[in-house]
């Protein structure tokens, strides 16, 4: 059982980049994906989450409007993509699958990608 993120990097303010959360070994279409980051020093937050279906999702106020997730099931895939990037948004970013976007039990959790804005 594995989520493998990917596609982070270092960006310029105001750049994009779009992060992938791989799933392998379970039935990805079962779950929600959050989509999770941690700054050096800070605690993690949540920044977004899609249900099972991608019919709801939800982004914290903090990436509201900048950021998109989506999901493709038949690659077992969820996308995060970021636009607008700002320095604060460097962190780790981490995936995690889950029942319900409403609940905090996580089944699994990826490794990490580190992302960097900085001109």
């Known amino acids: 059982v594995q989520l493998v993120e990917s596609g982070g990097g270092l960006v310029q303010p105001g750049g994009s980049l779009r992060l992938a959360c791989a799933a392998s070994?379970?039935?990805?279409?079962?779950?929600?994906i959050g989509w999770f980051r941690q700054a050096p020093g800070k605690e993690r937050e949540g920044v977004s989450c899609?249900?099972?279906?991608?019919?709801?999702?939800n982004y914290a106020d903090s990436v509201k409007g900048r950021f998109t997730i989506s999901r493709d099931n038949a690659k077992k895939t969820v996308y995060l993509q970021m636009n607008s990037r700002n320095p604060e948004d460097t962190a780790v970013y981490y995936c995690?699958?889950?029942?319900?976007?409403?609940?905090?039990?996580?089944?699994?959790w990826g490794q990490g990608t580190q992302v960097a804005v900085s001109s």
């Open positions: 899609i249900s099972s279906s991608g019919v709801t999702t």
């Open positions: 995690a699958a889950l029942l319900y976007c409403s609940q905090s039990v996580y089944r699994y």
């Open positions: 070994g379970f039935t990805l279409d079962y779950y929600a």
